[in-house]
Structures are given as structure tokens and as C-alpha cells.
């Protein structure tokens, strides 16, 4: 009998200490809850960052080879400079 009171006291304080991580662990999600706009407001600005570079390389990319479109019929009938073309091309990428 003494056995049984034991073990149900043991429980009992099982149950408590299940009680009290779970209303820590509750604590933190809520403290996390209130960092969620900070976080989406530096992921929104970090891609807007992003997305102005592409836009600028798309503007040296286009102001680059603007004069190449117009003389791409010349450049592929020609071998070398077609090679010269790509190479121009691939080399620009790379950067």
C-alpha cells in the first residue's frame, strides 16, 4: 500500500513539472509571435534589395548589348564572330 501511495505521488509531481514546461514553452512561441513582423519586414526589404540588383544588371545587360541585336544576323553567318559572340555572352554571365 505504501508502495502504490508513493508511486502515485510521483506522478502527481510528473504531472506538475509537464504542467509548468508546457506554460514556458507557451511563453516562447508567444515572444516568437511578436518578432514575426521585424522578421517578414527585414525578408521583404533583404528581396527588394535583391530585386534592384537584377534590375540593374538587366540594365548594363541590355545597355551592353543593345547594338549586338542589331547586328546578330552579321555575327551568326560569320564563324568567328559568332564564337566571339557567345564568348562575349558567357563572360558576362559569369560576372
Known sequence: ML???GLLALLCTTV???LFTSIADMQVLTDAKKSIPTLLYKFI???NERL???RG???QYEA???SSVDDSLKDITNPINAFL???RKVGFVEK
Open 85 to 87: 559572340l557567345i564568348k
Open 3 to 5: 508502495g502504490f501511495v
Open 52 to 54: 534592384e540588383q537584377l
Open 16 to 18: 506538475h513539472a509537464d
Open 64 to 66: 551592353r548589348y543593345q
Open 57 to 59: 544588371l538587366a540594365q
Open 45 to 47: 526589404k533583404n528581396e
